[in-house]
T-cell receptor
């Protein structure tokens, strides 16, 4: 069975601080995809990144960066110089590639509050 | 590209009535769509996988007779909450899987969600 754990339920930071959101996953598959989504108060999921299990290269996109460590089954997300607009719930998700379903398993989410 | 719409975005209904939610892929064909439910301050839970032209596959614990899913075309799936009760009040989100040639990623694209309130 697949599982995604986001141990941090809520994080509160002051603007311009860096913040790292943790994600640990479990899967028996050797091929899988990992995702991060942002869910602002409006509710719509915003896709941030997808990483496949064979690509452990870290990625940076503006203030966002991701650290994929297969050895520890972690896919952590760092926001540098946080801004109030970053306030949202962030979900880490895992997708298998077995069969035809390609189901997504979501973590419980981390609520990030960035204050002035 | 890869836009998924949901209608309505918000609905309030009386207990005992049925509510239909539509999920459309606007610029791609989706042989598979997924329906999720999200209770306040909780994660998204997959309810069912909707396959065009065949019966939906429901996750364990989801009542198929209560949550009717129809995927009649490659761009439309509907979720009908029958005899809705207050405990069905939730945020319902669909996603559509793009299997188009050239995209190659077999990616899911999410709709904006439908907030259902049952009085």
């Amino acid at each position: 069975a697949q599982k995604v754990t986001q141990a941090q339920t809520e994080i509160s930071v002051v603007e311009k601080e860096d913040v790292t959101l943790d994600c640990v996953y479990e899967t028996r598959d050797t091929t899988y995809y990992l995702f991060w989504y942002k869910q602002p108060p409006s509710g719509e999921l915003v896709f941030l990144i997808r990483r496949n299990s064979f690509d452990e290269q870290n990625e940076i996109s503006g203030r966002y960066s991701w650290n994929f460590q297969k050895s520890t089954s972690s896919f952590n997300f760092t926001i540098t110089a946080s801004q109030v607009v970053d306030s949202a719930v962030y979900f880490c998700a895992l997708r298998d590639v077995t069969g035809t379903a390609s189901k997504l398993t979501f973590g419980t989410g981390t609520r990030l509050q960035v204050t002035l | 590209g890869a836009v998924v719409s949901q209608h309505p975005s918000r609905v309030i209904c009386k207990s005992g009535t049925s509510v239909k939610i539509e999920c459309r892929s606007l610029d791609f064909q989706a042989t598979t769509m997924f329906w999720y439910r999200q209770f306040p301050k909780q994660s998204l839970m997959l309810m069912a996988t909707s396959n065009e032209g065949s019966k939906a596959t429901y996750e364990q614990g989801v009542e198929k007779d209560k949550f009717l899913i129809n995927h009649a075309s490659l761009t439309l799936s509907t979720l009908t909450v029958t005899s809705a009760h207050p405990e069905d009040s939730s945020f319902y989100i669909c996603s559509a899987r793009d299997m188009g040639i050239g995209r190659g990623t077999d990616e899911q694209f999410f709709g904006p969600g439908t907030r259902l309130t049952v009085l």
